[in-house]
């Protein structure tokens, strides 16, 4: 029996987990239209949204009906406040907590970005010297603005009195610098000019400390790559007193991101003891759960679900594709050797994840630019015939369902693949907020 009926006013009060997606806004009222045999509730929504999940049903994702209408399951006082509880929104300050405000240097889409204002910091803006980043960013991070500028060439005293930061203020300094300098995947790792971008940013530190720094990027800063790099970084946190420091290599499958991702993180502070998140016990999400539920994407056209689109494979791709063994299978499986590309029968050793489908029951691989490509990478769909839709790729690096991308399929893969997965940015965020309370 559902606790709904025709013509009841209800109200949206937020996303359950899985992530489910919607454009509706908390608080948007709405009249039950129907509640079907399944006793999900169908809600006419003031607004006239035509896209809107308010809460998956029990267990299972969100889907939208045929009528294109929003569906909700019966939301019981329990339910929506468990609900509520998970919203990540910014979350109130510990009473003797002082506001953070933050810059995000290397904003990119602004993964990084959403995961601090859910930790609750006041990002007032991200830095990115690419235009076409500003919709995404803007879209999705609100009030943050976007300030395209070059940090080789930025005027940080100006920029800090154009955002609003005082003197008085307590302020964290964000830079993840592009990663492909110091990535295994760059032959040219090492020679590559954009190594030299983190001492950029510590000129930044050097003429207006910050209370703290966040740095992100590849294992590569910290070893033979950018070692140097690295520590000529260290000296400019040290000759600033950002003198508490914490730094490891981590994996973001470890802290709730259901993908291998091993990144090298940096915090700072000059105003006491700072420690990385711990990683998060019990079992770790993986491909099935993020991903089993979501529609078929579309191959071209406007998908109902933003941004739910993913390419469509070429016919010699889809021979091969056809050929993968479900659920974790690769190349190397393929009987028929022949329908391979000329390349692969000729080296089978080389590049063996290409073509390769992800695994359920695992997390999935790291994530890159070209992550909705099934050559580029172990990015094939574990039981369709086509590489990831960019929701689904944005799903896999912890986007909600609402983050909306917005430029050319190839910008959005790379905006995606760039990111700092979100839920591991917020509990980065979090550790700030923890040394800022003492
Ligand atoms: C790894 S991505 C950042 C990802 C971002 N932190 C996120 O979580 O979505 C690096 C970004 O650095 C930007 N970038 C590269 N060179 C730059 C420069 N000289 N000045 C400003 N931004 C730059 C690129 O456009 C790219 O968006």
Known sequence: MSAY????RVRFVGFGEPAPYSRLRIGTEGAVAAVDDLGTVHVDWDDGSRLGMVIAPPGGRPQIGSSGRPRAAPIT????SRLRANLSKPKAMPPQTPEIKALDFFCGAGGLTRGLLDAGLNVLGGIDNDERLRETYEANNEPSRFVCEDVTALDIDSLRRG?????????????CTPCQPFSTLNQRRGKDARKSLLL???DLVRKAPPDYVLVENVPGLNNAYGREIHDAFVKTLDEVGLEHRA???????DYGV???RKRYIMLASRRGEISLPSRQPGRKPTVRTVLKGYPRPVFDGEPELPNHVAREPKSHHLRILEAIPRDGGSRSDVKDTSILLPCH??????HKDVFGRMAWSLPAPTLTCRCTDVYCGRFAHPVENRGLSLREAAALQTFRDDYAFHGTFFHIAAQIGNAVPVRLARQLGDAVVASATG
């Not at 009926?5 to 009841?8: L, N």
């Not at 730094?247 to 499958?253: R, T, V």
């Not at 029968?345 to 080389?350: A, D, F, N, V, Y």
């Open 5 to 8: 009926a025709k013509g009841d």
């Open 77 to 80: 006082t329990d339910r929506a």
């Open 163 to 175: 955002l609003g930061v005082a003197e008085s203020d307590t302020v964290l300094y964000a830079a």
């Open 200 to 202: 950029s940013f510590a």
């Open 247 to 253: 730094g490891a290599l981590i994996d973001a499958k």
């Open 258 to 260: 259901p993908q291998i």
């Open 345 to 350: 029968q000729k080296t089978p050793h080389l």
